[in-house]
């Protein structure tokens, strides 16, 4: 009856109605390709505000917009439970605010994360530690408690974000040491982390709380970019950003778009972040216009 992300991207024709359950990547993305495609949406997530990866302004921002564009977004709300009714129609019993009630559809996602595929493996009898996050690993991908183990990926215990380029460098730093003996680590920098709906919301570095609390002494540039040149030529009408800039170096310390082409121009912040450019080197650089990176400018 639930339905998880790779049998939904097998799907040979969509239902009429889909209820994703979470509101991480998953659900966002997949709710804004079915709702495109004409399917009634909605999006239930147990937290208050969804997409907790992301600068909340921003998420506000594209909650508002993904409601008017007709994907019903649930918030606060708990699933009990789920079967098939006498209809055929798969019955979804939720509490919110203290109160139960019943939603019908013909699709229930699967959108509430995923965990390290370590079931099945028998790591025990191979005296590989783990955990709720993965395999054990050291500084060289390598099992701490079986040399001759390494570990990539989502099935890795580490601290970084569960991301396909953050995989990719565990990956090169993994056969390095397996043919060449333990002497790479995985250099990460600033991962970007970028939410595919349309527009995209993208993220890298810190959003004011995590600065505030790192003690940093930062200025905030945000605002609307709905006017600008660069998204009035796609008709763009939700585009916002939020830069972070440490007032005593002049670094970037985090940068948050919500734009139809976030994914892209988040990569150069993540340049500049990574090779310590001030925020004043950026802006210096002349960018073409009217491409969404011209815009970056104007944001610092």
Known sequence: MLTHSDQFLQTPRLPAEILFIGGGYISFEFAHVAQRAGAA?????????????????????LVKYSRDLGINIILSADVLSLYKNKNRKLEVTVRQNWMEKEYYTDMVVHGAGRVPATEGLDLERAAIEYDETGIKVNQFMQSISNPHVYAAGDVAGTDQPKLTPVANQQGFTVVKNIMEGNQATPDYGVVPRVLFTVP???????????????????????????????????????????????????????????????????????????????????????????????????ML
Request: charged fraction near 20%; proline fraction near 3%; include cysteine.
């Open 200 to 298: 995209q919301l993208a993220s890298v570095g810190m959003n004011e709380d995590q600065a505030s609390e790192a003690g940093y002494d930062f200025e905030v540039q945000d605002g609307d970019m709905s006017s600008w040149g660069s998204l009035r030529k796609v008709g763009a009408t939700c585009a916002a950003y939020k830069i972070l800039i440490d007032r005593q170096t002049d670094q970037i310390l985090g940068a948050h778009l919500l734009a139809p082409d976030a994914g892209e121009t988040i990569n150069l912040f993540a340049l500049a972040m990574k090779f310590r450019l001030t925020a004043t080197d950026v802006k210096s650089v002349l960018f073409a216009f009217p491409t969404s990176a011209s815009g970056i400018r104007n």
């Open 41 to 61: 949406v909605t999006v239930m997530d147990h937290n208050k505000r969804p997409l907790s990866d992301f600068e909340p302004s921003l998420v506000d921002r």
